[in-house]
């Protein structure tokens, strides 16, 4: 679970990386460098880490490069992590 603490903490930084003349291209390519790299990350989930990265990685390659698609990144990897049951609506 660390693993995907340091990406956020990466990801969602003060002074985002785009800030500093990195492109999205540049930012999701590190993003699926790092998570093959990730010792403690399982195995499922790394496999899920690099699916969603990829399809990230596909939008921005087809021309969408926003800062929302970063972030819409983000946001499913922390959701491959967490405990189905708080997803689950309140009746």
């Known amino acids: 679970?660390?693993?995907?603490?340091?990406?956020?903490?990466?990801?969602?930084?003060?002074s985002f990386p785009r800030d500093l003349g990195y492109s999205c291209h540049d930012i999701?390519?590190?993003?699926?460098?790092?998570?093959?790299t990730i010792p403690s990350l399982s195995?499922?989930?790394?496999?899920?880490?690099?699916?969603?990265?990829?399809?990230?990685?596909?939008?921005i390659l087809e021309g969408v490069q926003?800062?929302?698609?970063?972030?819409g990144c983000v946001a499913k990897l922390c959701r491959i992590n967490m405990p189905p049951r708080l997803f689950i609506l309140p009746k």
């Not at 679970?1 to 003060?14: G, H, N, P, R």
């Not at 999701?28 to 093959?36: G, L, Q, R």
């Not at 195995?43 to 939008?59: N, Q, Y």
């Open 28 to 36: 999701i390519s590190t993003m699926f460098k790092v998570t093959k």
């Open 66 to 71: 926003t800062y929302l698609q970063l972030s």
């Open 1 to 14: 679970m660390s693993a995907l603490f340091t990406i956020v903490k990466v990801a969602c930084a003060d």
């Open 43 to 59: 195995e499922h989930a790394k496999l899920e880490f690099i699916k969603e990265i990829g399809f990230t990685h596909m939008r």
